[in-house]
């Protein structure tokens, strides 16, 4: 199961430094490649408005 991101996400770019494989694109909201995804949850964890949910 790949995450994906919400229409909370700020576009701070916490979730991008912090994903150990890439699957993070920056954007209004940010976007997550669900084949990319590992679904570790480090985006979920560091986001401060909770914005990355798992699909």
Not at 20 to 44: F, K, L, Q, R, W
């Amino acid at each position: 199961m790949a995450y994906t991101i919400t229409d909370d996400c700020i576009s701070c770019g916490v979730c991008k430094e912090n994903c150990p494989v890439d699957a993070i694109t920056e954007g209004s909201p940010y976007v997550i490649d669900p084949d990319a995804c590992i679904d570790c949850g480090a985006c979920a964890t560091n986001c401060p408005v909770d914005a990355p949910i798992p699909e």
